[in-house]
């Protein structure tokens, strides 16, 4: 039986997300976090999501999660996302295979399948030395590797990082910063990005998206163009990373006033 590939091409989604008209509230009376967000992300698409503290991108994230409902408007997803957080929660008491395979214990994965599963993707992430470590044998960044291995674990399609780098050096930042840009283009998983910092989402994003301070919208984007691999010094990463500080600076002004 051959299989008609236009047909192939139609059945494919358009968006593995999609975020319409949402607005959100957390009380009746309580202020406007969200206003109007609209928002589609394709799939295996990098998209970052960066804006002024308390703009509502954690909040955004959360919606998109499904751990809280909008108040107003529609948001679809192809698959359960994954979330990864700043903080690893590693569970202390657990090796890094453990961690791993916790995301998987609740699915009906058998334990054989579990250990194996997380193995590869320890591997994924450059671990295969610390699968029988602890979370106080490992260091920062090796923790965040783990969590992302967790989150990959639960073999979503889109996965919602919030700031998962944050805490970290900028060295080990840095390396983190190739290690998913690599371990995106190996899984094709579609990736939005919560951060605060401009030259990170330049440096990782093909799309940057800049929220407005409360109530939090959608104010400006920009496709990014630049070739991988791309470094964080990199001439065009600093020039479009400039250009996108100074419209973060005028939605943080335009809030103050």
């Given at each position: ?9 139609e ?15 957390f009380?009746?009376?309580?202020p ?7 928002l589609d992300?394709?799939?295996?698409e990098?998209?970052?999501l ?13 919606l ?7 108040t107003?408007?529609?948001?679809t997803?192809?698959?359960?996302p ?19 395979e ?8 058998s334990?054989?399948?579990?250990k194996?599963?997380?193995?590869e ?5 450059h671990?295969?030395r ?17 969590a ?31 290690e ?26 093909q ?44 939605e ?6």
């Amino acid at each position: 039986m051959t299989t008609n590939s236009a047909s192939v091409e139609e059945a494919r989604p358009t968006f593995a997300l999609s975020v319409t008209n949402v607005t959100k509230t957390f009380t009746s009376a309580g202020p406007v976090v969200l206003e109007n967000i609209n928002l589609d992300v394709r799939p295996g698409e990098f998209v970052t999501l960066l804006g002024a503290s308390g703009c509502g991108k954690s909040t955004l994230l959360s919606l998109i999660a499904g751990l809280e409902s909008p108040t107003d408007g529609d948001i679809t997803t192809v698959a359960k996302p994954a979330l990864m957080f700043q903080e690893p929660a590693l569970l202390p008491w657990l090796t890094a295979e453990q961690n791993v395979e916790l995301a998987m214990r609740f699915g009906g994965v058998s334990k054989a399948q579990r250990k194996t599963k997380a193995q590869e993707l320890l591997s994924l992430v450059h671990l295969d030395r610390a699968v029988k470590q602890r979370p106080h044998e490992l260091s920062g960044g090796m923790r965040q590797r783990v969590a992302l291995a967790r989150a990959l674990a639960q073999d979503s399609s889109i996965l919602l990082m919030d700031e998962p780098f944050a805490a970290l050096d900028a060295v080990t930042r840095d390396i983190l910063h190739e290690e998913l840009i690599r371990v995106w283009q190996e899984t094709g998983v579609t990736v939005v990005f919560v951060t605060h910092n401009v030259r990170e989402a330049v440096r990782l994003g093909q799309r940057v998206l800049l929220m407005s301070s409360r109530p939090g919208r959608i104010a400006r984007e920009w496709q990014i163009d630049a070739p991988e691999p791309r470094r964080i010094e990199d001439e065009n990463v600093s020039r479009l990373a400039g250009e996108i500080t100074a419209e973060l600076r005028k939605e943080i002004r335009r809030h103050a006033n």
